[in-house]
């Protein structure tokens, strides 16, 4: 069982950044593929980025490419969203997950609220 509490969200200006992190309670964090994927109002979870248990490859949305980082320190059990230039569509409850491989994920946080003002 993994355990996962995001951290970092809150209220930003269009064009601002906010970094979220995600600590994960598990001895084998390293082990793990982790993402973060967001929900909006009505709208369904979208994928927003994963990457590899050793960081050798990452993935990015559409909507997020060049703007968003997806980085890990295993020493930390920690995994990280860098948002750049933000927008107010960007505004989602963004949640953290974790699993064997970046195609499935099979735990995931409680989330954390951003919201992008315009």
């Known amino acids: 069982q993994v355990q996962l509490v995001e951290s970092g969200g809150g209220l930003v200006q269009a064009g601002g950044s906010l970094r979220l992190s995600c600590a994960a309670s598990?001895?084998?964090?390293?082990?793990?593929?982790m993402g973060w994927f967001r929900q909006a109002p009505g709208k369904d979870r979208e994928f927003e980025a994963t990457?590899?248990?050793?960081?050798?490859?990452?993935n990015y949305g559409d909507s997020v490419k060049g703007r968003f980082t997806i980085s890990r320190d295993n020493a930390k059990n920690t995994v990280y969203l860098q948002m750049n230039s933000l927008k107010p569509e960007d505004t989602a409850v963004y949640y953290c997950?974790?699993?064997?491989?970046?195609?499935?994920?099979?735990?995931w946080g409680q989330g954390t609220q951003v919201t992008v003002s315009s």
């Open positions: 997950a974790a699993g064997w491989t970046t195609a499935r994920m099979n735990y």
């Open positions: 598990a001895r084998t964090f390293s082990s793990y593929a």
């Open positions: 990457i590899t248990w050793n960081s050798g490859s990452t």
